[in-house]
Antibody, heavy 120, light 110 residues
Framework: QVQLQESGPGLVKASQTLSLTCTVS??????????WSWIRQHPGKGLEWIGY???????YYNPSLKSRITISVDTSKNQFSLKLSSVTAADTAVYYC????????????WGQGTLVTVSS | QSVLTQPPSASGTPGQRVTISCSGS????????VNWYQQLPGTAPKLLIY???QRPSGVPDRFSGSKSGTSASLAISGLQSEDEYDYYC???????????FGGGTKLTVL
């Protein structure tokens, strides 16, 4: 069973860069047919897709966040990471990492999520 | 403002059949498959329906999905108190070149 676990600071100062890592276990990140994703949820709100990366390094980003996002992959550690620059209070959210499957074109496994609060 | 439109709430009594709608456009639901996720507040979403009407292993057949044109629906039959979750629809959007979600529907079992 594939498991994903987010890690990173829970508090980030405004204007700084939010950095999170997702560690994948129970499966290899270089398995073909999967795209490794970041999704966030503002407090009490719905889900917002941030972006995803294939193990090859190909990325797709949400156009509304594209200028501030970098998603990278470290296949040696079976991890992928998110960097979101110039954060503001509007970036306070629970951040989830998830596995997307090209087979069913859905997010089939999710991490538990991590709350990141941006302080002024 | 979410790209896909869902009613903020839905309700039903035990044993009843409830449907949740999801409205989109030609660039998302109209041209791509729809997925549904189930989420208990404070926990991660869980895939409930994929490819419009397919259930992952372990999802009861009380849950079903359908799509017509630029709209999709999630139906829950034989409603149970344990079905009280938030439900989200999602689809790929060809214009935005990314995933879009509905705003979520909170289901209450009366």
């Amino acid at each position: 069973q594939v498991q994903l676990q987010e890690s990173g600071p829970g508090l980030v100062k405004a204007s700084q860069t939010l950095s999170l890592t997702c560690t994948v276990s129970g499966g290899s990140i270089i398995s073909g047919g999967y795209y490794w994703s970041w999704i966030r949820q503002h407090p009490g709100k719905g889900l917002e897709w941030i972006g995803y990366i294939y193990y090859s390094g190909t990325t797709y980003y949400n156009p509304s966040l594209k200028s501030r996002i970098t998603i990278s992959v470290d296949t040696s550690k079976n991890q992928f990471s998110l960097k979101l620059s110039s954060v503001t209070a509007a970036d306070t959210a629970v951040y989830y990492c998830a596995r997307g499957s090209s087979n069913n074109w859905a997010f089939d496994f999710w991490g538990q999520g991590t709350l990141v609060t941006v302080s002024s | 403002q979410s790209v896909l439109t869902q009613p903020p709430s839905a309700s039903g009594t035990p044993g009843q059949r409830v449907t949740i709608s999801c409205s989109g456009s030609s660039s998302n639901i109209g041209s791509n498959t729809v997925n549904w996720y189930q989420q208990l507040p404070g926990t991660a979403p869980k895939l409930l329906i994929y490819s419009n009407n397919q259930r992952p292993s372990g999802v009861p057949d009380r849950f079903s999905g359908s799509k017509s044109g630029t709209s999709a629906s999630l139906a829950i039959s034989g409603l149970q108190s344990e079905d009280e979750y938030d439900y989200y629809c999602a689809a790929w959007d060809d214009s935005l070149n990314g995933w879009v979600f509905g705003g979520g529907t909170k289901l209450t079992v009366l």
